[in-house]
């Protein structure tokens, strides 16, 4: 069974770091892309960052750019996304998403259309 699990959502305050965990098992994530996406109440899901297969491109929301940072461990089977200087707008539940495209699209999309497999999502809130 193919399974994507986050981890690592909690309560902290303005300014605080977290560093969600995702880590995929019944499959390998060598070949996938990874994308972090994030819903807040009465909001729509939107792309928070992603990463391509190889770990060689990333691409962030204007939003989070420079707070944010995504990076991948293949030996682990695991992406992370730490996030830094949090603010209450970042509070909302992450998600995280992998997608295979051919090997030779080394790019990743802050769409959530193209993702096949999603994990359950971990709260994260920013609060004081």
């Known amino acids: 069974q193919l399974q994507l699990v986050e981890s690592g959502g909690a309560l902290v305050q303005p300014g605080g770091s977290l560093r969600l965990s995702c880590a995929a098992s019944?499959?390998?994530?060598?070949?996938?892309?990874i994308g972090w996406f994030r819903q807040a109440p009465g909001k729509e899901r939107e792309g928070a960052s992603c990463?391509?297969?190889?770990?060689?491109?990333?691409n962030y929301a204007d939003s989070v750019k420079g707070r944010f940072t995504i990076s991948r461990d293949n030996a682990k089977n695991t992406v992370y996304l730490q996030m830094n200087s949090l603010n209450p707008e970042d509070t909302a539940v992450y998600y995280c998403?992998?997608?295979?495209?051919?090997?030779?699209?080394?790019?990743?999309?802050?769409?959530?259309?193209?993702?096949?497999?999603w994990g359950q999502g971990t709260q994260v809130t920013v609060s004081s």
């Open positions: 990463i391509g297969h190889s770990g060689d491109f990333t």
């Open positions: 019944g499959f390998t994530l060598d070949y996938y892309a």
């Open positions: 998403a992998a997608v295979k495209f051919g090997i030779l699209f080394r790019q990743c999309l802050l769409k959530a259309a193209p993702y096949d497999y």
